[in-house]
């Protein structure tokens, strides 16, 4: 394997390094590589939010993927929705007579589409490639990422000595900035170009998939021109399908900073570098809708650590909020590729654990910029990507937002607030003309509009209700968190207002007196012995709706606001129908008896109330709790156990969530071992499939499942260790926001032994729990608790309060 990667780069077998004596020093919080690249999924990322770089890492022929978070190519005027909501009552009709199938062909012929329409494709800007040559054999090769600078570096030596190439994007500035580095004055030679990606030329691999994204490139790319002067490169290209309101065209610069040497521009936009003592590139992408905004380059100073200099304190101070800390001790200082040799399922390797913690945080942050993360993150290297790696709505967004809030990172989750009001318009049209409602509508898949394209003759996408409700927790749960009452009150509560609008005309009684939801899909799944997707009373809307309606209530009470409207919901909540129970005791998907589960399916949605909370109906229901986590059980054995392909990470994010808001710890672990063992690489990008397909979900999801495992929160009460593994005895977490505006700023575990440090915004009163009964409790006053293991803790607003505990043996 590795002298296929190192052949593949040009590098040497001398190049196999010493564990003991790495060419680059491993960051303290970051990981060294001994690989470069044979795809962009295992290239180097780093971003700033709004620009990507993916760093191919080969240090002969490097290429360095530029993307943009707005780079949604257009692939021609968007399908409005036509109106169909007359055949609304035709559509249940048809679903209460059992005609699943004539209801989703219905929906389908009235949409006028031709098949499933993805909205516009996430794709690259452009590549910098870099061409060089070797004096001898090519060794010491290393590259790293320091995750609390979002800086990469690659270093090789050849007979000459030491080549370095440090890339970061800046916060401050927003361009990249790369840095070419030898070990004298005038050992650069070297060819810069900004130019377009051919990956079956690329990669020397003809293959299907890298056909059909050379094809995609030429049916909408047009007008491509690279450019140089003897201090710049230059890119352009026209979109061949865009229309109004899209992006019209793209441009891509770079200045060229040569110290010593020559440099002579070339007629086909090359750039020959020859003696120089060091090169500096700054590259910016503008995507042009009328007019090119005005360059930035000129007037930045042209030296490396100056530029970074300004950058590591933006990004640095969002990183280290918060760190964790399970005993991997050593083990950090060995690369990549030995941690994941090291780490089987059954024996988690804690270093490799830990890094990929901090990896999910780090790719996350540097992929939020003014939007939320893509499938994709900000990254991509075909221009045919995975399901458009577009925003889907019915699992993969929630998952990689999962943590920005618990995660101590609140700014930014208004990316993702900010994305979805901005959709607002749509979704309105969505509720109108499918179901004649008031309200919004999210989709399954946005990216450049929220339009409901998202379904086929056998897909029921355009059925799924449940988008807005579900945006709707996580703009009130950024009120919990940071306790922002003009927020709740300016944007929180009018968005969720318009979410609740739509179940206000949408649901309808049956003859028990409880609402019917039609129609309805959960998502991508089918009931047993159906061949539709088309059903009602998805458990997911029903959860969905009650917990949009209890928030709007507390929401409303404390703005002192709606006071006509709560008895309206409140009698709403009263005839939700109730969460159901299969003989074989695990939750139903549908809640009614015409509908058995299919459970041998990756989602799990039927589990949504789990997912970030627990409400009270269940978590005092012994039946419910336990139908709950046999449901995570059930879905462990039958979809992910000996599950080769191991299709779609974040369903085991998902488990992971459940099992952590229900206290079960070893359960929670099991989910990590499956997270850990298959689905990263040795980049730390994290994977959609088993070490395949490059997604981001996972990096929000799976820091949120560690985080509620150690740490729980809801509105006045804080659970320290709430599903702690046997694994996990001793450890220390830091930095995690809690709902009521409390973060807990250290927790640390010992055995029986428990320090936390809290803070909170505000005066209050909480209930702090605990794992085991407690033994003792220093630092602060408390008092008795109904429940065992919980303590009354009052914080004062803005001052820390420092406890120790001392639990009883068991």
């Known amino acids: 394997m590795i002298d296929r990667?190192?052949?593949?780069?040009?590098?040497?077998?001398?190049?196999?390094?010493?564990?003991?004596?790495?060419?680059?020093?491993?960051?303290?919080?970051?990981?060294?590589?001994?690989?470069?690249?044979?795809?962009?999924?295992?290239?180097?990322i780093t971003g700033n939010g709004t620009i990507g770089t993916n760093i191919l890492s080969k240090p002969l022929d490097e290429r360095i993927i530029f993307t943009h978070e707005r780079l949604f190519m257009p692939m021609g005027k968007p399908h409005v929705p036509p109106d169909q909501s007359a055949h609304l009552p035709e559509l249940r009709k048809l679903i209460a007579e059992g005609k699943y199938k004539d209801a989703e062909e219905l929906q389908f012929k009235l949409s006028k589409q031709d098949g499933f329409m993805y909205p516009d494709f996430f794709v690259p800007a452009f590549d910098l490639t870099i061409k060089s040559e070797a004096a001898g054999d090519i060794r010491d090769y290393a590259r790293s990422v320091d995750f609390q600078k979002a800086e990469a570096v690659v270093?090789?030596?050849?007979?000459?000595?030491?080549?370095?190439?440090?890339?970061?994007?800046?916060?401050?500035?927003?361009?990249?900035a790369i840095l070419l580095t030898g070990p004298e004055a005038g050992s650069l030679d070297c060819k810069l170009k900004l130019e377009t990606r051919e990956l079956s030329t690329e990669l020397n691999d003809d293959s299907d998939i890298n056909k059909r994204s050379d094809e995609s490139f030429k049916e909408h790319f047009g007008d491509i021109k690279s450019t140089s002067t003897k201090d710049s490169l230059g890119f352009?290209?026209?979109?061949?399908?865009?229309?109004?309101?899209?992006?019209?065209?793209?441009?891509?610069?770079?200045?060229?900073?040569?110290?010593?040497?020559?440099?002579?521009p070339q007629d086909d936009g090359t750039l020959v570098v020859k003696g120089a003592d060091k090169i500096l590139l700054l590259v910016d992408i503008h995507l042009i809708k009328d007019k090119a905004p005005t360059s930035k380059l000129a007037a930045l100073p042209a030296d490396y650590d100056t530029l970074l200099a300004g950058h590591v304190p933006l990004h640095s101070e969002l990183f280290n909020r918060m760190k964790l800390d399970l005993g991997g001790g050593a083990?950090?200082?060995?690369?990549?590729?030995?941690?994941?040799?090291?780490?089987?399922?059954?024996?988690?390797?804690?270093?490799?654990?830990?890094?990929?913690?901090?990896?999910?945080?780090?790719?996350?942050?540097?992929?939020?910029?003014?939007?939320?993360?893509?499938?994709?993150?900000?990254?991509?290297?075909?221009?045919?990507?995975?399901?458009?790696?577009?925003?889907?709505?019915?699992?993969?967004?929630?998952?990689a937002i999962a943590s920005m809030l618990m995660g101590n990172t609140p700014e930014l989750m208004l990316a993702y607030i900010s994305y979805i009001e901005s959709l607002v318009p749509d979704m309105q049209l969505n509720a109108k003309h499918f179901y004649g409602a008031r309200g919004i509508v999210l989709p399954s898949r946005t990216s450049t509009h929220g339009y409901n394209n998202a379904f086929a003759k056998n897909f029921a996408g355009g059925m799924w209700v449940t988008g807005a409700a579900w945006a709707s927790h996580f703009f009130y749960d950024y009120y919990l968190h940071t306790g922002d009452e003009s927020f709740l009150r300016e944007r929180a509560l009018p968005f969720m207002e318009q979410a609740g609008l739509f179940f206000e005309d949408y649901l309808y009684e049956g003859p028990d007196g409880k609402f019917i939801f039609s129609?309805?899909?959960?998502?991508?799944?089918?009931?047993?012995?159906?061949?539709?997707q088309a059903t009602f009373n998805a458990t997911m809307d029903v959860a969905s709706s009650k917990e949009l309606f209890n928030n709007l209530i507390a929401a409303s009470r404390k703005l002192g606001v709606n006071e006509d409207k709560i008895p309206v919901w409140e009698q709403m909540l009263a005839k939700m129908p109730e969460y159901q129970v299969a003989e074989n005791g695990i939750i139903k998907e549908w809640l009614t008896p015409k509908l058995g589960n299919h459970d041998a399916h990756r989602h799990s949605s039927q589990l949504y109330p789990l997912y970030d909370t627990l409400p009270e109906e269940i978590d005092r229901s012994p039946e419910l709790r336990s139908a709950f986590i046999k449901s995570v059980e059930d879905k462990l054995e039958r979809y992910?156990?000996?599950?080769?392909?191991?299709?779609?990470?974040?369903?085991?994010?998902?488990?992971?969530?459940?099992?952590?808001?229900?206290?079960?710890?070893?359960i929670a672990h099991h989910c990590?071992?499956?997270?850990?063992?298959?689905?990263?690489?040795?980049?730390?990008?994290?994977?959609?499939?088993?070490?395949?397909?490059?997604?981001?979900?996972?990096?929000?999801?799976?820091?949120?499942?560690?985080?509620?495992?150690?740490?729980?929160?809801?509105?006045?009460?804080?659970?320290?260790?709430?599903?702690?593994?046997?694994?996990?005895?001793?450890?220390?977490?830091?930095?995690?926001?809690?709902?009521?505006?409390?973060e807990v700023n250290r927790l640390h575990w010992d055995g029986n032994t428990v320090e936390a440090e809290l803070t909170s915004k505000s005066d209050q009163q909480i209930d702090l729990v605990l794992p085991k009964p407690i033994a003792a409790i220093t630092g602060a006053e408390t008092s008795e608790s109904a429940t065992p293991g919980s303590r009354k803790l009052t914080l004062p607003a803005g001052k820390t309060v420092s406890l120790k505990i001392t639990l009883k043996p068991e």
Request: charged share 20%; net charge negative; hydrophobic share 35%.
């Open 672 to 742: 990590l071992k499956h997270l850990v063992y298959g689905f990263w690489l040795d980049n730390l990008a994290s994977m959609h499939n088993r070490r395949s397909l490059f997604n981001m979900d996972i990096s929000g999801g799976q820091p949120s499942v560690v985080i509620k495992m150690l740490v729980f929160s809801q509105p006045g009460e804080i659970k320290l260790l709430p599903a702690l593994p046997k694994a996990w005895p001793k450890g220390t977490i830091e930095g995690v926001l809690c709902r009521g505006a409390i």
């Open 155 to 176: 270093h090789w030596a050849d007979d000459r000595g030491a080549f370095e190439r440090r890339t970061f994007v800046s916060r401050k500035d927003g361009v990249a």
């Open 5 to 44: 990667l190192l052949s593949a780069a040009g590098v040497s077998l001398l190049a196999i390094m010493n564990a003991n004596a790495l060419p680059l020093p491993v960051p303290d919080r970051g990981f060294v590589s001994s690989e470069p690249a044979t795809t962009w999924e295992e290239g180097l």
């Open 519 to 532: 129609p309805t899909q959960s998502p991508e799944n089918w009931p047993e012995g159906s061949t539709s």
């Open 331 to 399: 083990d950090h200082q060995k690369t990549t590729e030995q941690l994941m040799e090291e780490s089987t399922f059954e024996n988690m390797n804690l270093a490799w654990f830990e890094k990929q913690f901090d990896a999910g945080r780090y790719n996350i942050i540097c992929a939020t910029g003014e939007l939320p993360p893509n499938l994709q993150g900000v990254w991509g290297g075909t221009y045919v990507p995975g399901w458009a790696s577009d925003y889907t709505h019915n699992g993969n967004v929630p998952s």
């Open 236 to 264: 352009s290209a026209r979109f061949l399908r865009s229309y109004p309101g899209s992006i019209q065209s793209l441009q891509g610069e770079a200045r060229v900073a040569v110290t010593g040497g020559t440099s002579e």
């Open 640 to 666: 992910w156990k000996d599950n080769e392909r191991g299709f779609m990470s974040f369903g085991i994010v998902q488990l992971g969530q459940v099992s952590a808001s229900l206290g079960y710890g070893e």
